[in-house]
């Protein structure tokens, strides 16, 4: 049983900055790559970012390209989020997974093996 538990969300204004967390338990994720996603109301499912296990390779979704930073420590089982510059629309729930699959293969439609509960971010204007 593997257990990712998201925390980091809230309520910002546009321009401010926040950094959710995700933390993995049950074992470690050697074989596994982490990323996000995200789901704003009446949207489908956005990725938007995914980092290998050692970390030295990321991939970004273009609409947070030079805003976002994805990181992990794996002594702690723990994948990050920096999200800088927020906007109206960045405005979602955020969802942290795991998958097999190479990080640069992730997109909207990709199934990982696991999923988080999801933390909310919400950024006014």
């Known amino acids: 049983q593997v257990q990712l538990v998201e925390s980091g969300g809230g309520l910002v204004q546009a321009g401010d900055s926040l950094r959710l967390s995700c933390a993995a338990s049950?074992?470690?994720?050697?074989?596994?790559?982490m990323g996000w996603f995200r789901q704003a109301p009446g949207k489908g499912r956005e990725f938007v970012a995914a980092i290998s296990w050692s970390s030295l390779i990321t991939y970004n979704s273009d609409s947070v390209k030079g805003r976002f930073t994805i990181s992990r420590d794996n002594a702690k089982n723990t994948v990050f989020l920096q999200m800088n510059s927020l906007k109206p629309e960045d405005t979602a729930v955020y969802y942290c997974?795991?998958?097999?699959?190479?990080?640069?293969?992730?997109?909207?439609?990709?199934?990982?093996?696991?999923w988080g509960q999801g933390t909310q971010v919400t950024v006014s204007s």
């Open positions: 049950g074992r470690t994720f050697s074989d596994y790559a």
């Open positions: 997974a795991a998958s097999l699959q190479h990080p640069r293969m992730w997109s909207d439609s990709t199934a990982p093996s696991y």
